[in-house]
Nanobody, 115 residues
Framework: QVQLVESGGGLVQPGESLRLSCAASGSIFSRYGMGWYREAPGKERELVARFTSSGSTNYATSVKGRFTISRDNAKTTVYLQMNNLKPEDTGVYYC?????????WGKGTLVTVSS
């Protein structure tokens, strides 16, 4: 089993920044992808940014140039630096870790962007 613990959500005004963290623990495979998804009110969960199992990164078009995903040297903690936040970035942000045969989700952290 793998546990994912997210932190860093909150209420901010448009244009401000937040940094999310996700720490993974447990039985982690040697090759896995890890990243962030979000679920806005009334919408389906969507990819925000992730590291693939090969180490490359993918970003949603809507966050390119504003959000940056990074990770620690052990590759068990990922961060999402979110700059110039917009109201449409509001939602629950979920950490995800997946390998060939497993797929884990964190409980989510709420990000609200509102004036």
């Amino acid at each position: 089993q793998v546990q994912l613990v997210e932190s860093g959500g909150g209420l901010v005004q448009p244009g401000e920044s937040l940094r999310l963290s996700c720490a993974a623990s447990g039985s982690i495979f040697s090759r896995y992808g890890m990243g962030w998804y979000r679920e806005a009110p009334g919408k389906e969960r969507e990819l925000v940014a992730r590291f693939t199992s090969s180490g490359s990164t993918n970003y949603a078009t809507s966050v390119k140039g504003r959000f940056t995903i990074s990770r620690d040297n052990a590759k068990t903690t990922v961060y999402l630096q979110m700059n110039n936040l917009k109201p449409e970035d509001t939602g629950v942000y979920y950490c995800n870790l997946r390998s060939v045969s497993t797929n884990y989700w964190g409980k989510g952290t709420l990000v609200t962007v509102s004036s």
